[in-house]
């Protein structure tokens, strides 16, 4: 039964217990009168629809992909973008909420490597823009990325200190290496040495022997933290940055193991050498050790501000340190037939100056002489240097602190390296946060305002039509034919613009202060400012005469002014036309008669001032929020106030009611919106998103969707659905979400705890999605369980449920669904009672040469997991014999299938190339 109401989008759905139901039907002495039947109030959920404005946040990195095309940051996504029609060619999002810290693409171009402030990683594909791979094992943001081998393993370093080495094809994590005590901050890997390097924040550098996962020698030379390195002549030349003016060249000595590859004369000539260093020195430490590093010296780096990322072009002749100002260094990397050229002008000189040129020598300046700097919009905070076809040029691209991306073409010349800035990505965003936010009429155009422009935007595309050098604007509207906007600006004036071309009809002074509200009348005749002058300011629209043409322009003119006892922070009008309400800066809100301004009511309660209001459709209601945190649903006939909630952790700096309806949405500056019910004072739901405080909101007329605007400088759109949303199951999933947060950091504490001394470790972490996939198998090892004990019983309905015929079936449908990087942290979670069960299965599926790999991979593991348990029952001797004699033979099977499809792929490419060949 569905009973009507006011509220257009609420259900009062009336249903019974199901025990009750139960219970009534095989008990016929309940009388109907006897049941009673609660009602349960629904309504129809809001959800995130689209974000635009972000052009790179400032986390992560860009990625030049070629001349045309950058993958860029945003936020919780990742787009890549057209330089020449500054568009979004497509957008990668793989349902992560967190910010994107990092982005790595692959040798080929066909993977994309996006990590998480979360620690998860996500690896998507670029032609299809569906994330492929999830990787869950850090605990902290992901800070560095680095594709290897051939593109099938991928590097990952993050905030924990921990660095995980993982196999992409496998979709699982390998090793974690642990020896940092602070943040990595750069890793490189040496794939002829087998070599991982690794930067921290802790001062240290790192070499990490890839093959014994151990370090191998740390440079620890560093007073403060290492920002980034580069690897140079065959990664015996190594250049830090640090957080000082300076930049550091090392010699990296390779011994033995570490050696590169060498002829049989060339490692004769090396053990000759290390058996006279040998004799030579008296130290024997210095010489056992498998890698030695010298400092040779320091260059003088040119910028002020710390130094972020080194980076070195592929052929190794140009040297860049992005620095934290508006500046990037380059240097030249001189060759030995430049050095010797140098050594010999250096001579000339010294010769004609009368001065014995014996003692001319080359230093580190020389080596690495400053190039030129690259003077950039904002500050820099990430740099990719891609070299062209042409010899010593280069072209980057640089993301900047203020939403921007800018594109240089580089060219090293004989004297220095020149750079031109070819493209700049910067209309389709604000430089700085958004301050305020109006929508139109027809809920078809968004006005945004930031602390230097304003711009229109088409809500539905998310597009930039136009942008309006308006100053500093605070408040911001749109005319009632939404052909003009009105921008309210910090130095109290009040701007007119035509939407259309963007062309400002007035500007007037007409506060002293800034204006921090504006307010249309009901009637749309007029409209009124809120300034920190205590004034309240009335204007009316006005048609004057273009002097340019026989047409004529809006105007607007000043005719009333109310001057009030403290600064004014919002204004707005009753629907009803009948009311006007300013929340003053002593926390209170008057209330005035629109017509004659006589004062009505005052509201007070609010223990710090009223930053937003709104009053309901009916002009019954007005809900104010606080930087208090808190928000009060006031009564307008006696000016009572009805209820009052804590709405959030920060200040509110939204209010709004939703169409007809008493629902009211509010926005803070602890990034989340949240509606509530005015009626049954109840949360309904919260909408996250925003990356951070949400400054301003507008509903629209029908309250469909509502528009936010954020510090973070992204516009979202959150659209009602007709989904419908359960108050009390809502507030049950976020107690769940809560714990689930706790029971992650209470874990991240006992893995600190326990850390130890222990260099490598295990890559996976235990999370929600982990706890979720043991507790499905044990539930598909129960039922496979009771149906071998009970097979006359009939078939459990999750066998119906996922259309399989035997419960060993659905075994394997639940180990196969489980994600490649949650099966060990799950298996380990799998209490011992059910080893042996899923032992027995993962036999089965041998035998029948299914899931070949899976089940070889799990068994494996569970037999080193539980070694000592295993081997000391004599009821698991059976089943591990089984294994035993099945695993070789389903290994030799499943290699013997690898390798014929590698071969016919073989085939298969060696046909494509010969036939391409025919058709040139």
């Known amino acids: 039964h569905v009973c009507s109401h006011h509220h257009t989008h609420a259900l009062h759905i009336h249903t019974w217990p199901i025990a009750h139901r139960r219970h009534s039907l095989f008990n016929p002495s309940i009388s109907k009168q006897s049941v009673k039947m609660p009602i349960v109030k629904n309504y129809l959920r809001y959800e995130a629809d689209s974000t635009f404005g972000v052009i790179a946040s ?116 390998l090793y974690r290496l642990r020896g940092h005590s602070g943040p990595i901050r750069h890793l490189q890997l040496i794939p002829k040495r087998n070599l991982l ?152 000189r010294m010769r004609e100056k009368g001065r014995d040129d014996e003692d001319v020598s080359i230093d580190l300046a020389d080596e690495y002489p400053h190039g030129g700097v690259i003077s950039l919009g904002g500050k820099a905070k990430s740099i990719h240097v891609v070299s062209q076809t042409k010899p010593q040029h280069y072209r980057c691209v640089i993301l900047l602190a203020n939403n921007a991306l800018e594109v240089f073409e580089l060219e090293r010349t004989k004297k220095d390296v020149t750079a ?123 048609l004057v ?27 707005c009008f009753s629907p009803n036309q009948k009311y006007l309400c300013a929340a003053l800066l002593d926390s209170t809100v008057k209330v005035f008669f629109a017509d004659t301004l006589k004062f009505y009511l005052s509201l007070y309660g609010h223990k710090l001032p009223v930053l937003a209001m709104d009053i309901s459709a009916d002009s019954t209601l007005i809900a104010t929020g606080s930087a208090d945190k808190n928000l009060k649903i006031w009564g307008l006939d006696f000016g009572d106030c009805h209820k009052s909630f804590l709405a959030h952790q920060d200040a509110i700096t939204g209010v709004h009611f939703a169409g007809s309806t008493h629902y009211v949405f509010t926005t803070s500056k602890d990034k989340t919106i949240k509606q509530w019910d005015a009626d049954s004072f109840l949360q309904i739901q919260v909408l996250e998103g925003h990356q951070d405080g949400i400054s301003c909101a507008s509903m629209a007329s029908r309250g469909q969707f509502l528009v936010s605007g954020s510090h973070d400088r992204s516009v979202r759109t959150w659209l009602r659905t007709r989904e419908m949303l359960n108050v009390e199951e809502e507030a049950e999933m976020q107690r769940e979400r809560d714990y689930d947060e706790e029971q992650g950091e209470q874990e991240g504490r006992e893995y600190r705890a326990k850390a130890g001394e222990d260099e490598s470790a295990a890559p ?61 942290e799950a298996l380990m979670l799998l209490p011992f009672s059910h080893v042996k069960m899923l032992l027995e299965h993962l036999a089965g599926f041998l035998e029948e040469g299914v899931s070949l790999e899976r089940s070889c991979k799990c068994a494996l593991f569970l037999a080193k997991l539980h070694f000592n348990q295993i081997t000391s029952r004599k009821d698991m001797l059976a089943v591990v014999q089984r294994l035993q004699q099945l695993v070789p033979g389903a290994i030799a099977r499943h290699a013997k299938t690898a390798g ?18 025919v058709l040139m």
């Open 58 to 173: 400032t986390e992560g990195n860009a990625h030049l992909v070629n001349e045309t095309t950058i993958i860029s940051p945003a936020l919780e996504d990742v787009l890549m973008w057209n330089i020449r029609t500054n568009e979004v060619i497509k957008r990668f999002s793989g349902g992560n909420n967190s910010l994107v810290t990092r982005i790595a693409l692959s040798q080929d171009g066909q993977k994309l490597a996006v990590g998480y402030a979360d620690g998860e990683i996500q690896v998507f594909n670029t032609t299809s823009a569906d994330a492929a791979v999830i990787l869950s094992g850090h605990r902290s943001a992901v800070t560095c990325l680095v594709f290897a081998v051939d593109d099938t393993q991928l590097l990952s370093g993050s905030q924990d200190t921990d660095i995980i080495v993982w196999d992409v094809v496998a979709e699982s994590g």
């Open 764 to 824: 996976s972490k235990r999370t929600a999605e982990t706890v979720k996939a043991v507790e499905k198998i044990v539930e598909a090892l129960d039922i496979a369980e009771a149906a071998r004990l009970d097979p006359q019983a009939p078939p459990n309905p999750m066998l119906r449920a996922y259309r399989v015929d035997t419960p060993h079936e659905y075994v394997r449908m639940v180990l196969d669904k489980t994600r490649a990087a949650e099966i060990e």
């Open 197 to 348: 390097v690794s930067a921290s924040k802790d001062s240290q550098i790192k070499f990490w022997d890839t093959d014994t996962q151990h370090c191998v020698h740390s440079i620890v030379g560093h007073h403060q933290e290492v920002n980034s390195f580069v690897l140079l002549d065959d990664s015996t030349r190594l250049i830090t940055a640090s957080t000082d003016s300076l930049l550091r060249i090392w010699n990296v000595e390779y011994r033995k193991a570490f050696g590169s590859e060498q002829s049989e004369d060339g490692a004769a000539e090396a053990e000759a050498a290390e058996t006279t260093a040998k004799k030579a020195k008296s130290s024997v430490d210095v010489i056992a050790e498998p890698i030695v590093t010298s400092l040779l010296g320091s260059v003088e780096r040119k910028g002020k501000e710390r130094a972020v990322t080194l980076v070195v072009t592929d052929d190794q002749r140009t040297l860049f340190c992005q620095n934290s100002d508006k500046s990037v260094d380059m240097y030249r990397i001189r060759t030995q037939d430049e050095l010797k050229k140098r050594k010999t002008r250096k001579a000339k």
């Open 545 to 571: 005469a273009n002097p340019e043409s026989d047409g004529k322009l809006l105007n607007y003119e000043h005719h009333r002014t109310l001057k009030m006892a403290d600064e004014i922070t919002c204004v």
């Open 420 to 542: 031109e800035r070819t493209a700049s990505l910067s209309f389709a965003g604000h430089r700085k946060p958004i301050r305020s936010l109006a929508l139109s009429s027809d809920d078809m155009l968004v006005l945004t305002t930031s602390n230097s422009t304003a711009k229109l935007w088409n809500r539905q595309t998310g597009r930039c039509l136009r942008t309006l050098e308006s100053g500093y604007g605070t408040a911001c509207l749109f005319t009632p034919d939404n052909k003009h906007v009105l921008i309210g600006t910090k130095d109290g004036h009040i701007k007119l613009y035509n939407a259309a071309s963007g062309q400002l009809l007035q500007d007037e002074e007409t506060h002293e202060q800034a204006i921090w509200s504006i307010a249309m009348q009901p009637d749309q005749r007029g409209f009124v400012t809120g300034s920190a002058d205590k004034a309240l300011n009335f204007y009316t629209f006005e």
């Open 900 to 917: 014929f499809n590698k071969v016919a792929l073989g085939f298969l490419e060696q046909q494509l190339r010969e036939d391409s060949v």
